[in-house]
């Protein structure tokens, strides 16, 4: 028989490190259908008949979060055989909270009491015999940490499984409100499976809308149910959620009392103490700026960097890649072929594979930011800037390190919550100028004006003003809007990072980036390599006689009014997605030249000849603000989904083309130029702009009125 | 009526209730802030928003702005 096994519990609770002890290697991520909440499912070690899901961490069974209907459907419809309660020990009161609502599912239920190791070295105790009669379910004491009480955990859930022993239902409401719930009861009774029947019940009184809309109830029974809430609500004074939920916790309040026993309290804690200094009002903002250097230093000037060009650098370039090429030519095969080879697999292979070290060393050092509990205090520390323009606090981590890779950048955005908050910062964060890009901001800063470093300045301004404008934009369209999550966010205490979930975390991170990340840019590096290398005869050629040269002369008069439209400069702009530094290679190859330093020095007469200062200006911020690299278009595609990777890309080329039709445009109206057709077009495309920045907010005038009407 | 904006730091209040409606009205109450809890208002953030309160033993961060709904005495 196969058991399907779900762990439901809070946040911080402890769950995905027994997640992980259970599990062991054999756990796959996935999404949930229809929305981007994580799905983690795995078989227990040493006995396949048992599937593990890892529900998201959820405070409450609410109908509003994504996580919380996920975990919910999930329970209701799937109705998995066992669940399994991680309940945080040295909480009880807000962990019971989320038991008391899964116990009214009918599933059986074990509650793992976790962290009990915690408990006894504070001098508490927990009666776990006498918690599990008030409860009407099994209560096995664990600490998934140190690997005690596995066994004893497992063996309670399968049997409990397998007699199919529902919890005891226990009235754990005042009798007023039993007498209401019964009342209901007795309308649904046949409507619904029987075990289900308090569940709905009490979701009725609880005016929740999904229940309602799942019941599809006629208009009698509604009338009937909407008439006793009524009742109910007027006989409370209170709405029927807030007595609900008022109820819970006083029965909750109750239980914790009669099971539980705290000794003596210090005044502070260890967590107390580490607190009051990296989160004090002076010394908070220097601490946060020291870490976040660690964290870029160690990810991108060091650490990472190295391992990532080494790989580029020695592994690929060095050795695997003459390495092939000769060995190659040595077995006879044809010239294309092993083009093909070295130039289209190997080098997108190794585009994919470069990324790696770097994100690796990332990932482990996000891993323990959020496991020893300061990512939470960043949001804590940030939001009042970040929210400003509709991004988390958590957004200032993935800007960051975009400065230095944008690949990465965006993959740090997975620690963000709030599903618009993490792809809206999903989709800007590579408006900052990447590393790859100095190159071109050397290139038109030293061609054309004299080296200033204004140029290099003005990039990185017109990048924060870009996430800026975007952050607002987006956050006004539709698909963005849903209800954004309320911040109302815990602080989890400060404990020692677990070497096995910062070791989980990464890998699954890294594994989803190859897997998401590596298909798309490894297909487009090799397509772009293809096209620059053959004509359409399909015989290898230079770049200049190429087919991507007929297809730079054939668009290139899109960018005619951005003031470059020639087909080098659009050809430099298209291999620039593969890596950005290319723009400098290709300009030095279609001018006749075979080797470019980072600067761009040697071509920069080139360059000062085809361009004038303006022109060159409009090809820089182009540049900056259009679509990423391949590598970061397919993190993107991991963090948002194809659709929403379609999306991004399409924004990021409109709102760049924009913006630099207006620099271009208006510089020319400004220097004497006169005004053009295209001149008209910068006016509209600017109009346009402000438009989306200064549109009401749909939901924001919504909530106004709700609040209006309250 | 006061609310929990208008508490100051070191200060412990009781809550009288949660106004307002839908998601953050619940995701107040799921988080343990119902009628009558105390709350201990801990700190500012270095910003001087949100706030950081412990209810029920945990600590619990807010904005200001949200603070608002929450009456107490």
Same mark, same amino acid.
């Given at each position: 028989m196969v058991i399907r096994l779900a762990l439901a519990g809070n946040?911080? @609770?402890?769950k995905t490190t027994l997640f992980n002890n259970l599990t062991g290697a054999s756990q796959h991520t996935g999404n949930w259908p229809g929305v981007t909440v994580e799905k983690k499912e795995g078989k227990l070690r040493g006995n396949k008949d048992v599937i593990i899901t890892d529900l998201?961490?959820?405070?409450?069974?609410?109908?509003?979060s994504p996580e919380e209907v996920v975990a919910r459907d999930y329970l209701i419809?799937?109705?998995?055989?066992?669940i399994v309660n991680v309940v945080d020990s040295t909480n009880l009161d807000r962990n019971l909270y989320l038991t008391t609502q899964l116990l009214e599912t009918g599933i059986p239920v074990v509650v793992a009491l976790n962290m009990i190791d915690v408990v006894e070295k504070n001098g508490d105790k927990i009666d776990s015999k006498k918690l599990s009669e008030i409860l009407g379910c099994g209560v096995v004491e664990i600490s998934a940490l140190k690997k005690k009480g596995m066994d004893e955990l497992i063996s309670t859930a399968i049997n409990t499984a397998k007699i199919k022993q529902a919890p005891v239902i226990?009235?754990?409401?005042s009798n007023k409100t039993e007498k209401f719930i019964l009342e209901i009861s007795s309308v649904l009774k046949g409507k619904v499976e029987d075990c289900l029947l308090r569940w709905y019940s009490i979701k009725l009184l609880e005016n929740d809308e999904k229940a309602a809309e799942e019941l599809r109830l006629n208009s009698q029974e509604k009338s009937i149910i909407s008439e006793t809430v009524q009742r109910f609500e007027s006989e409370f004074d209170d709405d029927g959620e807030s007595i609900v939920t008022n109820e819970r916790y006083n029965h909750i309040a109750s239980v914790v009392k009669e099971t539980s026993k705290k000794a003596?309290?210090?005044?502070?804690n260890t967590s107390d103490k580490i607190d009051r200094i990296v #989160?004090?009002?002076?010394?908070a903002l220097p601490i946060f700026a020291c870490v976040m250097i660690a964290v870029y230093y160690i990810s991108i000037s060091t650490v990472g960097g190295w391992m990532t060009d080494w790989v580029n650098? #020695?592994?690929?370039?060095?050795t695997l890649i003459p390495g092939a090429e000769s060995w190659l030519q040595s077995v006879g095969a044809a010239d294309w072929l092993n083009s093909f080879i070295v130039n289209g697999v190997i080098n997108g292979v190794g585009a994919v594979l470069g990324f790696l070290p770097q994100m690796i060393v990332l990932f482990i050092l996000l891993a323990i930011l959020e496991d020893c509990g300061y990512m939470a205090r960043i949001a804590f520390i940030m939001d009042r800037i970040f929210r400003?323009?509709?991004?988390?606090?958590?957004?200032f981590i993935p800007i960051m390190i975009g400065t230095g890779c944008g690949v990465p950048g965006i993959m740090a +955005? @997975?620690?963000?919550?709030?599903e618009c908050d993490r792809k809206i910062t999903a989709m800007t964060t590579t408006f900052i100028p990447c590393s790859a890009k100095i190159p071109i901001i050397a290139l038109i800063a030293g061609a054309l004006?004299?080296? +200033?470093v204004w140029i290099a300045v003005s990039a990185y301004f017109l990048g924060v003003i870009a996430i800026i404008m975007s952050g607002i934009i987006l956050k006004k369209m539709n698909r963005f809007s849903g209800t954004p999550a309320p911040f109302v966010v815990e602080l989890p205490p400060y404990h020692l990072p677990g070497l096995k979930t910062v070791a989980f975390s990464t890998g699954g991170r890294a594994w989803a980036f190859v897997k998401k990340a590596g298909t798309v840019i490894f297909v487009a590096c090799a397509l772009i390599w293809f096209l620059s290398s053959y004509n359409w005869a399909l015989q290898p050629v230079g770049i200049e006689d190429s087919i991507l040269e007929s297809i730079g002369s054939a668009i290139c008069g899109i960018f005619a009014p951005l003031g470059w439209g020639d087909w080098q400069a659009t050809v430099a702009t298209i291999t620039g997605?593969?890596?950005?530094?290319n723009v400098l290679g290709t300009f030095g190859t279609l001018f006749g030249l075979s080797e470019v330093s980072d600067g761009g020095e040697e071509i920069w007469s080139f360059v000062a000849a085809s361009f004038t200062q303006l022109s060159a200006y409009s090809f820089l911020v182009f540049n900056l603000l259009c679509a990423p690299c391949f590598a970061a278009i397919g993190a993107m595609r991991r963090e948002l989904g194809n659709k929403g990777c379609l999306f991004a890309v399409a924004y990021q080329m409109v709102f760049a083309y924009a913006v630099a039709l207006c620099v271009y445009q208006f510089g020319m109206l400004f220097m004497g130029g006169g005004f053009t057709a295209y001149t008209l077009l910068a006016v509209i495309a600017l109009a346009g702009i402000i438009f989306f920045l200064v549109r009401p907010d749909k939901m924001l005038k919504r909530k106004k009125v709700e609040v209006s009407a309250t | 009526m006061k609310t929990l904006k208008d508490a100051k730091c070191g200060d412990t209040v009781t809550v009288i209730r949660v106004k307002g409606e839908g998601q953050l009205k619940r995701r107040f109450m799921d988080m343990g802030?119902?009628?009558?809890c105390s709350i201990f208002v801990r700190k500012l953030a270095p910003?001087?928003?949100?706030i950081e309160i412990t209810v029920r033993g945990y600590e619990l961060s807010l904005r200001k702005a949200d603070a608002e709904s929450i009456e107490i005495q």
């Open positions: 946040p911080n @609770c402890g998201p961490g959820i405070y409450s069974l609410s109908p509003y419809k799937d109705r998995p055989e066992i226990k009235e754990i409401f003596k309290k210090e005044k502070l #989160t004090n009002r002076i010394l650098d #020695t592994l690929f370039a060095e400003k323009f509709g991004l988390s606090g958590k957004s +955005s @997975c620690t963000i919550e709030q004006f004299g080296g +200033s997605f593969i890596a950005k530094e | 802030i119902t009628k009558g910003l001087g928003d949100p």
